[in-house]
């Protein structure tokens, strides 16, 4: 699982986040109908929102590829604007699904990235507190969670399938960029250049169910936990322009605290008529409670000016983030052409759960509208489903920043993100 993942890294392009920062979908089938899982009831599906669906997925595996670009503008306080590396970027993800014939239970297993949440400028670093300012530099940041995970479902009557799934998901986090420390009484407000690496592993797990309402009626509902990180890494950094007199260079042993939110999935699909489905999927997650504040800390100091200025070699800073409960609306749907071709397509609505007051741009999670189709191909003894996803937001200005040194107050940022998915399910 660790080499998926590490590949995966190396062919992900710079990209910011979309309303589906936390994605619930899966393959390009639900992706192409604004990302409801239920119109899909494929292994990816089950694995990325509600375990239940392996009952209807019958035995196949799945590949699916994600390719993204990204269209994003930063403007900085000092009225520069700078935009934002475009990708390419790629997303590969495998499941697959067994049912043995006659029987109720099924299972299946697999690795999906599960959120992808990444940035990429250069800019002129606006002066800071004491003016300091470190010239033209990066900034840049990740936060990617691979989740490899093993799921089954038991079909207890006709009508009412229920699922569980458990696995590993692996947190990667970066960060290259001037960094101002917000809370830590000996650096509060100043700035050093930082580049940060930092990952982790912890267990999570989901449950859903499906049931059928009636024969043209359909309810879905799948809850996934938080899971907690606690990477470990290296920080390497400069000081260089405060002017204190200290060696320049400095790194610590490093650990993010992190977590893939809790996310609950609720949603309806209607059988309109033999040709024709339409649905709606509704999904909350968890924000509030997983990035109310990033706390980073440093041990291990190698700087001996610095561990004696501070009196230790450790360092502990909390970076406010006061992001919000997610709310996501889906409407979508799935039409069967005479050649049993399959045209699909969807609308996707959502709040913004990062504020304007600590936005930067290197967390800039601000899209929340989405437009996609697709189209649905047989061949003899599988399926081709392509689809295109087109995710934008209004501008972002923000008038007082309130992290410290005031370097974000009076910015503004433009973000949209095309992507285009294709699945292969034999």
């Excluded at 890294?9 to 604004?34: E, K, T």
């Excluded at 934008?392 to 992290?403: E, I, M």
């Amino acid at each position: 699982m660790r080499l998926f993942v590490l590949i995966s890294l190396l062919v992900l392009a710079p990209l910011s986040s979309a309303n589906d920062l936390i994605r619930l979908g899966g393959s390009a089938r639900s992706q192409a109908s604004a990302n409801i899982a239920g119109l899909s009831r494929d292994p990816l599906s089950a694995l990325t929102t509600n375990p239940a669906f392996l009952s209807a997925a019958g035995s196949s595996q799945q590949v699916n590829i994600t390719t993204l670009y990204v269209d994003s503008v930063f403007t900085s306080s000092l009225g520069e604007r700078t935009r934002a590396d475009r990708g390419p970027g790629l997303l590969p993800e495998f499941a697959f699904a067994r049912q043995r014939p006659n029987s109720a239970l099924s299972w299946g297993g697999g690795v999906v990235i599960q959120s992808a949440l990444r940035a990429d400028f250069e800019l002129l670093d606006p002066p800071g507190t004491l003016g300091v300012s470190y010239g033209r530099q990066p900034h840049r940041s990740e936060f990617i969670i691979a989740k490899f995970a093993a799921a089954a479902a038991y079909q207890l009557n006709p009508d009412l399938s229920i699922g569980a799934s458990v696995g590993l998901a692996y947190n990667r986090n970066r960060l290259e960029a001037p960094y101002i420390f917000q809370s830590h009484p000996g650096l509060v407000g100043l700035k050093v250049l930082v580049d940060l690496d930092s990952d982790d592993a912890a267990a999570t797990a989901s449950l859903g169910l499906d049931y059928a309402l009636s024969d043209n009626l359909n309810f879905n509902l799948a809850y996934t936990m938080q899971t907690d990180f606690a990477a470990h890494g290296d920080l390497d950094g400069n000081l260089a322009q405060l002017g204190l007199g200290f060696q320049e260079d400095f790194s610590y042993d490093v650990r993010v605290s992190t977590a893939l939110p809790a996310s609950l999935s609720a949603g309806l699909i209607w059988q309109a008529s033999d040709r024709l489905q339409l649905a709606t999927q509704i999904d909350w997650v968890g924000w509030e409670r997983a990035f109310d504040e990033l706390p980073i800390s440093l041990s291990n100091g190698s700087n001996a000016d610095l561990n004696a200025f501070l009196g230790e070699d450790r360092i502990r800073d909390t970076a406010p983030l006061n992001w919000e409960d997610q709310r996501v609306l889906h409407l979508g749907g799935n039409y069967i052409l005479d050649n049993s071709w399959q045209l699909r397509a969807g609308y996707e609505r959502s709040n913004v759960p990062v504020p304007r007051s600590t936005v930067t741009p290197m967390t800039a999670a601000i899209l929340n509208e989405a437009y996609s189709i697709g189209v649905g191909i047989p061949l003899i003894s599988s399926w081709v489903d392509i689809a295109y996803r087109y995710i934008t937001a209004d501008d972002y200005s923000v008038l007082n920043s309130a992290l410290l040194g005031g370097e974000y107050s009076g910015t503004r940022q433009s973000l949209n993100l095309h992507s285009l998915s294709v699945s292969f399910r034999f």
